[in-house]
Every structure is written in C-alpha cells, then in structure tokens.
C-alpha cells in the first residue's frame, strides 16, 4: 500500500513539475529582452557594473547571514 501511494504521489509531482515549466516557455516568461542595437558608453557600462556588483555583494551579505544562522546550532567554531 506504501509504495502504490508513494509512486501515485511521485507521479502527481512530476506531471505537476512539468506542466508548469511547459507554461513558463511558452510565454517566454523570464527571458529578458536584449537588442543588439544599443551601445553602452564607458561612464554607462561603469556605473551598470558598479550597480550589478553592488547587488550581488548584498546578495551575498544575506546568503552569508542566512548561513551563519542556520549552521550556528551545528557549528560552534573551529
């Protein structure tokens, strides 16, 4: 009875899992739009690569302390 349930939940999860990637292709539903056409200036391309490494470090500020919360309770330090 276990495995019947088990394999009948499975399935559900797998049908579930693919409907929902079938529909986010076919809207193009996260694919940014780039034109080829724009060309970006020094001053533009600094100030797009200061804002993308300034995200990226908050990013990995809260990555850090989401991890250190989390492994506190299984590691007290070396």
Do not use: N
């Not at 019947?4 to 193009?28: F, Q």
């Not at 995200?55 to 989390?70: H, L």
């Amino acid at each position: 009875m276990r495995i019947i349930t088990a394999t009948a939940v499975l399935a559900l999860l797998i049908a579930s899992h693919s409907v929902s990637a079938k529909d986010a292709t076919e809207s193009g539903a996260g694919i940014p739009k780039v034109s080829a056409s724009k060309s970006y200036t020094a001053e533009e391309s600094a100030a797009m690569g200061r804002a993308a490494r300034t995200k990226a470090e908050a990013q990995e500020r809260v990555w850090d302390r989401k991890m250190k919360i989390i492994t506190r309770g299984i590691c007290t330090g070396c």
